[in-house]
């Protein structure tokens, strides 16, 4: 059983830095990729970034240059450092991955941390 927990979010003023984790319950070598969504009151669950087994990164548009995906894999852990944060940066933050089972693709979503952006 794959288990993802987040941690780090909070209440921080814009123009400050927070930084999450996500602790994963086995080796992160296990899955092709792995990312961060975020989903604000109202709206639908959106990719922020993603970090693949290679350690290449992609970032939505709206946190290119301000978010910094990472990883550790001797601990099984995912990073999402976030500078230069912002009022609309202010949403749950959930780490997610998925793997091929004998019953097909499974998803895995940790329970989400919140991030408040404070102007």
């Known amino acids: 059983q794959v288990q993802l927990v987040e941690s780090g979010g909070g209440l921080v003023q814009a123009g400050g830095s927070l930084r999450l984790s996500c602790a994963a319950s086995?080796?992160?070598?296990?899955?092709?990729?792995m990312a961060w969504y975020r989903q604000a009151p109202g709206k639908s669950r959106e990719l922020v970034a993603v970090i693949s087994s290679g350690g290449s990164t992609n970032y939505a548009d709206s946190v290119k240059g301000r978010f910094t995906v990472s990883r550790d894999v001797a601990n099984n852990m995912v990073y999402l450092q976030m500078d230069n944060l912002e009022p609309d940066d202010t949403a749950v933050y959930y780490c997610?991955?998925?793997?091929?089972?004998?019953?097909?693709?499974?998803?895995?979503w940790g329970q989400g941390t919140q991030v408040t952006v404070s102007s």
């Open positions: 997610y991955t998925n793997r091929a089972t004998n019953s097909g693709l499974r998803n895995y």
């Open positions: 086995i080796s992160i070598f296990n899955f092709n990729t």
